[in-house]
């Protein structure tokens, strides 16, 4: 049987969780920028079900307070933070392949928080926790310094246009925080097939006094173990429409 967290006495009740979610900003994640849009397509039936149905017994609410990751996952592990899972396919898959391993993993979306759920639940994989709130705020409040293993962050929103650069996600304030909450030997690994954003993800990761490459530049995932993730439709899309992947290795000294 899939692991379930305890009962938590604030959660809404699942059959007002997906109106809130689509209607109603967290009070947490007002921001005057935000590196993620509000509109998304549609929510599908199947995903809608598993929001309500399963994604409850892997909720992990936003707190403006350190988690205890041993009391969240009910064992003492390495922790990995996934951020913008998407429809959870990496996600789920990495997950499986590393069981000693344990994965918090943060999305603002209904569709993909039902479609990771629904995969948590049907593979009965027990070392993956969702929180349903925006990554920076996580970071910052939710998780202390030299907490974290490593960090994932695959393919988020390159926001192409110039007058939009400004909502990437990863920028120099951000890596620093990240670089922060990694302990001694923990990684930071980033994919984007966007060249620019890959460019800016350098820039700011290099600038880490904290942090030091693994590569010289960028580098391919199939050669080289570190840079090692599944390759999801979305990935393969990419690359067949001439938008190969970027990936970035950085270990915390």
């Known amino acids: 049987m899939t692991s379930r967290l305890p009962a938590d006495p604030d959660a809404i009740a699942p059959s007002t969780a997906l109106s809130s979610a689509l209607s109603t900003p967290d009070a947490h994640t007002l921001r005057t920028v935000r590196s993620f849009g509000t509109a998304r397509g549609r929510v599908t039936a199947a995903q809608k079900r598993a929001y309500e149905q399963d994604f409850p017994g892997f909720r992990v609410p936003y707190q403006p307070r350190p988690i205890d990751a041993e009391l969240v996952f009910g064992r003492q592990a390495p922790v990995i933070l996934e951020i913008g899972f998407g429809m959870g396919e990496t996600t789920a898959r990495i997950a499986a392949a590393n069981p000693d391993l344990d994965f918090l993993a943060v999305e603002v979306f209904v569709a993909g928080i039902g479609a990771l759920s629904r995969r948590l639940s049907s593979e009965r994989l027990g070392n993956v926790r969702i929180i349903q709130h925006d990554a920076v705020d996580v970071v910052r409040h939710m998780l202390a310094p030299a907490s974290l293993q490593g960090v994932h962050l ?32 923990g990684y930071i690994h980033c994919a984007t097939d966007w060249q620019p954003y890959a460019d800016q993800m350098l820039v700011a990761l290099t600038a880490q006094a904290l942090l030091r490459n693994l590569h010289v530049d960028f580098a391919p995932a199939s050669a080289n173990p570190s840079c090692e993730r599944p390759a999801t439709k979305f990935h393969m899309r990419g690359e067949r429409l001439g938008y190969p992947a970027r990936d970035l290795v950085f270990v915390r000294r």
């Open 154 to 185: 695959f393919f988020p929103d390159p926001w192409p246009k110039h007058r939009h650069q400004k909502r990437r996600l990863l920028n120099q304030s951000f890596a620093g925080e990240l670089a922060a909450r990694l302990r001694p030997g």
